[in-house]
């Protein structure tokens, strides 16, 4: 019955699949080769494959008498992440929706996609230097660290839009070419908006990022720009007033729930109001202008007629200058002073009766100076770096106080990944030696080793860091902390282990954090740190099976245990199970769809202050869910695909007939959604 169902399923999507080969003009990208090499013909008939390094190199010539080849008028396109030397290539799989939606499985939110959202899995801090603690909204943004630097033969775009229940939307824009060889930009922009199930619930995040890379002609100089902005407008309801009027819904609508914030009157489920009375509004925007000059040995390739320049640096000089502006404002312009003092015991002052404004703002100049030298002229991977920087600091407190503040650092670095891709090594360290942060450091490192081809990879690692409390815990801050103090600096040591083996689609790893002067909050205002030192440990796995031959198990596994006093709570167990169909039907069709299922076991999840935006240390409330079952349908026909998803199927109620309130709370009074429809549209294109 299962394979006559996947039948008539595929058929239907045969239809489709004529439809758009027959609309489409598809350029294909190029195949990923083992090593990092990417192949492809050019349109003269020659073949070409680039190196790990990018640089281009001649592989087996074609007989001129062969049939023309299905690349000849391909796309090249490949990328590499900022501050990272190896090449990768765009990912077309359709299998896990997480690659497409930015939300990780491990994440909670507080019930709408755009509200604060936290890991289920122990995750603090590891940064030396400046912080300002407020990181509910970090899963939406974009980061530096995930930033890609494109190359491309041809102009590429890709398009995405989403909508889900209640207006959710999610709009994406994605572009990037070569205007020359030497010289790409690329253009990145994100807009998400999700009026939430409940009252004073609307949240939006609006993300744009801009990229350029130059290499002059002669290939000494070389430089990149990064422009980040993101924008993160949550609404903040305090939770429910009482999570049993749910069973007594008049109209079946949760949006009839009261709410500890906001004023009813002026809550809304407008999918075009991104206009936040009560809750957070962060801004920040991030400039990076990096430029180098190098010192090396001049080479060339000759690819028949044609005779390629090339440059191998043995010694660079880099300059790096990082501009940042943030913004993190928490405000009530209808404020309540009743609902205050009634839920949170917090009395407001007398200036903030009317409205409640707590704002803290950042201006931050780093210039960064470092010297490079590469041992090996034909390996830019392996490199050692040494480097000083000066920072600038401004703070203003409510738009009124401000102060300014410096930091002066060293660091260092060591890559080496080997020419043979055995060895992949990864060492860095960091030391603030005077100002604002003097005393931090970081340090870092990574061993790598292939043990074969069929036997895997394994990884060990080593990471300390000792940091200043995130500035949330400083008296100087103007959110209302109670406790203000000049808490010790954290330390912080993490002991990880990974084995993988790609053939078997397998992979085990373990983490063991050892950790003192944990800086933590355990109620709404109030700032503590832990005075014992504790231990962390977390292990997880993850296989792919192949059950027949279009079924396959993915399955992920998470194991954490606390030893000692430690002030952190997080589930013991976590895992994520994908039993789907799935396949190449009809040369073009790819299909993937099943059920997901997660689940954690129970615990008492923190709460949650919106003031601070702060996930606080509590003991009163332990969650008892049901596993969150998840239907999905994914398809990719050449460069389009489409998701298609019904989640929280499990929240179905047989005892009022065939509702979905039976809600799961994530944390106190914050209830989950009911039966939630998503569907996805992402299509990329080649110029």
């Known amino acids: 019955m299962g394979m006559k169902l996947s039948e008539l399923i595929l058929k239907l999507l045969f239809l489709v699949s004529v439809w758009v080969t027959a609309c489409e003009v598809h350029a294909q990208v190029a195949p990923y080769r083992p090593g990092g090499q990417t192949d492809y013909q ?18 087996k010539k074609q007989d001129s008498l062969q049939h023309r080849d299905r690349y000849a008028d391909s796309i ?19 299998n896990d929706f997480t690659t497409r939606f930015p939300q990780p499985y491990w994440y909670n939110t507080l019930g709408n996609f755009g509200t604060a959202a936290q890991s289920l899995l122990f995750s603090p801090i590891m940064k030396a230097g400046w912080d300002e603690g407020l990181h509910q909204y970090d899963m939406y943004n974009f980061t530096l660290e995930n930033t890609k630097l494109y190359q491309t033969t041809r102009p590429y775009t890709e398009l995405a839009y989403l909508l889900g229940n209640k207006a959710e939307q999610l709009v994406q824009i994605t572009h990037t070419q070569n205007k020359r060889s030497n010289f790409n930009f690329s253009f990145e922009y994100r807009f998400t908006n999700a009026p939430g199930v409940y009252k004073t619930q609307n949240a939006s995040n609006n993300n744009l990022r801009v990229t350029t890379h130059y290499q002059s002609p002669n290939k000494r100089y070389e430089s990149f720009l990064i422009f980040i902005t993101n924008k993160n407008a949550s609404s903040e309801n305090g939770g429910l007033r ?34 936040v009375n009560t809750g957070n509004i962060y801004k920040q925007n991030t400039f990076l202008y990096r430029h180098q000059y190098d010192f090396g040995q001049k080479d060339s390739i000759v690819l028949d007629t044609i005779t390629r320049k090339l440059f191998y640096a043995r010694f660079r000089l880099q300059h790096t200058i990082t501009i940042n502006t943030n913004s993190y404002n928490f405000r009530d312009v209808n404020a309540d002073s009743t609902l205050y003092s009634t839920y949170f015991n917090y009395s407001l002052p007398s200036s903030l009766i009317d409205t409640v404004n707590f704002k803290d703002a950042w201006s931050i100049v780093t210039n960064e100076f470092s010297l490079i030298s590469f041992p090996d002229k034909k390996n830019q991977s392996q490199f050692l770096k040494v480097g000083a920087a000066y920072q600038n600091l401004k703070a203003t407190f409510a ?80 959110f209302p902390v109670n406790n203000k103090t000049y808490f010790k600096k954290e330390n912080l040591t993490r002991l990880f282990a990974a084995y993988e083996n790609p053939r078997a689609s397998f992979r085990l790893a373990g983490e063991y954090y050892l950790v003192s002067n944990y800086a933590y ?24 099976f192949r059950l027949a031959r279009y079924w396959n198990w993915y399955t992920e596994v998470h194991l954490q245990q606390i030893t000692g006093d430690a002030p952190v709570h997080v589930p013991f167990f976590l895992t994520r199970n994908r039993i789907a169909f799935e396949g190449n039907f009809y040369t073009n069709l790819f299909l993937s769809t099943g059920l997901e299922i997660r689940y954690f076991t129970n615990y008492q999840a923190d709460g949650y202050s919106p003031m601070n935006g702060q996930f606080y240390y509590q003991n009163d409330f332990t969650t008892a869910n049901t ?44 209830p989950s959604q009911g039966l939630w429809f998503r569907f996805g549209l992402w299509w990329n294109f080649v110029n």
Do not use: C
């Open 42 to 59: 050019s349109a003269s008939g020659q073949n070409y494959s680039y190196d790990r390094n990018g640089v281009p190199i001649k592989t």
């Open 242 to 275: 009482n999570p049993k009027d749910l069973d007594s819904l008049s109209f079946n609508n949760p949006f009839e729930v009261n709410t500890r914030l906001g004023t009813a009157s002026i809550a809304t489920t407008n999918p075009f109001n991104t206009t």
């Open 521 to 544: 909050f355990d109620s709404f205002f109030v700032a503590k740190q832990a005075s014992t030192l504790f231990n962390f440990l977390h292990i997880s796995a993850e296989k792919k």
């Open 627 to 670: 596993p969150d079952v998840n239907f999905f349908f994914d398809v990719r026909i050449k460069s389009f695909k489409a998701f298609v998803r019904f989640e929280n199927l499990n929240t179905l109620n047989t005892a009022k007939g065939f509702t979905f309130d039976k809600y799961n709370f994530n944390r106190a009074l914050y």
């Open 399 to 478: 738009d009124t106080s401000s102060n300014r503040f410096h930091n002066i650092y060293l660091l260092g670095e060591y890559r080496n990944r080997t020419r043979n891709q055995v060895w992949d090594v990864d060492a860095t360290g960091q030391l603030y030696m005077n100002g604002m942060n003097a005393g931090d450091y970081a340090a870092y490192i990574s061993l790598k080793r292939q043990l074969g081809k069929k036997i895997g990879n394994l990884q060990l690692g080593f990471q300390n860091v000792n940091r200043t409390p995130s500035f949330i815990f400083d008296p100087m801050t103007n």
């Open 76 to 94: 090249t396109i490949f990328y590499r992440y900022y501050d990272s030397t190896r090449l990768r290539t765009i990912d077309s799989s359709i």
